[in-house]
T-cell receptor
């Protein structure tokens, strides 16, 4: 009964490939987020959706495209992967933008 | 915008030592404040939170008090265990920017037996 789940947990791929990461939450929340954690453990917001509508879009290359098919899911598609995309990507959810955010286990992406 | 400054690590302590990890913030208004913990190889877990000034958040022996006067939210534990070894993040939301969390840089704690 995992609250926020992500797949895959690990992803190793070659430069130039396209890959997707999936996130699902069963908390009944209406807001979902993607954060990126770099090699120094620094965490930064990438995107946020509320009720399937994009509300935060930080300065992220347009190779990254989030998609929210419904309130419980937020996927991240990355085109033309680069070495610098190697990071841990965390999904999170909350009820509205003012409530506590709960995080998934992370997806560790390594681009070779 | 809002910001968080967190004590740099790594911090190395012996088991049963007292722990303090400093966190100060700048914010518009009085947002909730959070401590998250990341155990080795795992995701982020909410450790504790405080929603208004003078609130004390506590969990698993850890405590932090929301101090408006000093704009601080220091994390403390009276007696650390080896199992507390992890990276600790102080965070606050920016409600003017969709509620995104602003994180401190993280403090790595290593507890030796």
């Amino acid at each position: 009964d995992t609250a926020v789940s992500q797949t895959p947990k690990y992803l190793v791929t070659q430069m130039g490939n396209d890959k997707s990461i999936k996130c699902e939450q069963n908390l009944g929340h209406d807001t979902m987020y993607w954060y990126k954690q770099d090699s120094k453990k620094f965490l930064k917001i990438m995107f946020s959706y509320n009720n399937k509508e994009l509300i935060i879009n930080e300065t992220v290359p347009n190779r990254f495209s989030p998609k929210s098919p419904d309130k419980a899911h937020l996927n991240l598609h990355i085109n033309s992967l680069e070495l610098g995309d190697s990071a841990v990507y965390f999904c999170a959810s909350s009820q509205g933008g003012k409530k506590t955010q709960y995080f998934g286990p992370g997806t560790r992406l390594l681009v070779l | 915008g809002n910001s968080v400054t967190q004590m740099e690590g790594p911090v190395t302590l012996s088991e049963e030592a007292f722990l303090t990890i400093n966190c100060t913030y700048t914010a518009t208004g009085y947002p909730s404040l959070f401590w998250y913990v990341q155990y080795p190889g795992e995701g982020l877990q909410l450790l504790l939170k405080a929603t208004k000034a003078d609130d004390k958040g506590s969990n698993k022996g850890f405590e932090a008090t929301y101090r408006k006067e000093t704009t601080s939210f220091h994390l403390e534990k009276g007696s650390v265990q080896v199992s507390d070894s992890a990276v600790y993040f102080c965070a606050l939301p920016d409600y003017n920017q969709g509620g995104k969390l602003i994180f401190g840089q993280g403090t790595e704690l290593s507890v030796k037996p």
